[in-house]
């Protein structure tokens, strides 16, 4: 326990360092409307010329409906180690096809779309961690990943597989998620990754090559490898144990934080490097495998008292001040860098420009909050999203 005490006080800062104090009188709207939520179409002024009201297209007409979720068609989410070598041979490459696409949306820096799905996460970080929507907007992430692997690069695998971290808790550096030949690759053993000290730069597996355009934290135009610094001891974070203590809340309330602190940061401090930072973490395609693994833990807990838990959201908006003890949950910290290989605290500063909540009528979590997806994929609502399957969402874990 000594290294959560002793990293106690900067885990809060990579959340809340940015000092700027937001209200609701700040909220403002989501560039991209979400569904259902899009503003009516402009009138066209009484004085416009008759010709042009004319000439103008007709509306598009309304997206259909979604397909109904049936037990048939919910894609079965499995863990990595019970997959066969050509599946894990398949999602990876269906991974480098991402990586291979051009971007294509304008978002700052991005070069192809495994990006835009990371930029999406780096953008909005300030107002999706530390805060009620965590665990929902990393669920509509993970969709948005698993569309694109599946719709435009030809996986037919039931995406994304996830990680069975309890599995691995104590030594990930043995995980086969990190093989160098049917994984990930392995260990940053190569040169210093950008100002993060010792760590370094894959040198086997698929990714040993990518080039990297954002972060560290909210940097961006950075090019950079994949470095990673294992850590076996922070993997124990990911452990059984620390996961039945979320199961056992009883509330959201509880329940968020819990998740978030001591399995959520197992994942990412035990990989580490580019996992432990928590704003350009998807950088590391190894994210997808946690987070999977994190929504999984999500519906878990969901599944034990439904349809209560169709509906049961709460939690801030903005995360706490800087120095904020660590909220509600297992009182564990949300994020626990490790001294001397985090991300430099000044870029995780979020920048002024950064988007800030909206969907709620004041800073409390609720159904109607937007998840912006940033044009990869329609934005949705949490309520959306509170059951995975359907009918937006349709998948289960197997
Ligand atoms: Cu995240």
Redesign the pocket.
């Known amino acids: 326990m000594l290294f959560q005490r002793t990293l106690l006080s900067l885990s809060l800062a990579a959340f809340s360092v940015s000092g700027v104090s937001v209200n609701a009188a700040h909220i403002r709207r989501s560039p991209v409307p979400a569904p259902g939520l899009a503003p009516a179409s402009i009138p066209v002024p009484a004085s416009a010329p008759v010709v042009a009201r004319q000439a103008a297209a007709p509306p598009a007409p309304p997206p259909p409906p979604p397909a109904k979720c049936t037990k048939g068609k919910k894609l079965k989410r499995k863990a990595w180690h019970t997959l066969s070598n050509k599946e894990k041979k398949d999602y990876i490459n269906a991974e480098l096809c991402l990586l291979a696409k051009p971007a294509t949306l304008g978002l700052p820096f991005t070069t192809n779309r495994f990006e835009e799905l990371q930029s999406i996460?780096q953008i909005p970080?300030s107002i999706?961690?530390g805060v009620g929507a965590?665990l929902p907007y990393?669920r509509l992430?993970m969709h948005a990943h698993e569309k694109a692997l599946r719709e435009e690069c030809g996986y037919k695998g039931a995406q994304p597989r996830y990680w069975d971290e309890p599995r691995d808790a104590g030594h990930f550096s043995q995980s086969d998620v990190l093989d160098p030949v049917t994984g990930f690759g392995g260990n940053g053993t190569g040169p210093p990754g950008p100002g993060t000290g010792t760590m370094g730069c894959i040198q086997d597996g698929p990714f040993a090559n990518v080039v990297d355009h954002l972060g560290p934290g909210y940097r961006q135009g950075t090019p950079h490898c994949i470095y990673r610094f294992v850590n076996d001891t922070v993997s124990r974070m990911s452990g059984q144990a620390y996961v039945d203590e979320c199961m056992a809340k009883t509330t959201y309330l509880d329940f968020w934080p819990c998740v978030e602190s001591a399995p959520h940061v197992g994942g990412h401090g035990g990989v580490g490097g580019k996992m432990l930072d928590?704003i350009a973490?998807?950088g590391d395609p190894t994210f997808y495998l946690h987070?999977t693994w994190l929504d999984k833990i999500f519906w878990d807990w969901q599944a034990l008292d439904l349809p209560a838990r169709f509906s049961d959201i709460s939690g801030r908006n903005l995360p706490l001040p800087p120095g904020s003890p660590p909220p509600a949950g297992n009182g564990l910290p949300l994020f626990l860098p490790e001294l001397g290989k985090f991300p430099p605290l000044d870029s995780l500063v979020p920048p002024a420009d950064s988007p800030l909540p909206h969907g709620d009528p004041g800073n409390t979590t609720t159904l109607t909050h937007i998840l912006d997806m940033m044009g990869v994929i329609p934005s949705a609502t949490i309520a959306d999203v509170m059951d995975i399957g359907g009918p937006l969402l349709c998948y289960e874990y197997v």
Request: glycine letters at 0%; proline letters at 18%; zero cysteines.
């Open positions: 996460h970080a999706t961690h965590f990393h992430h928590p973490s998807p987070h």
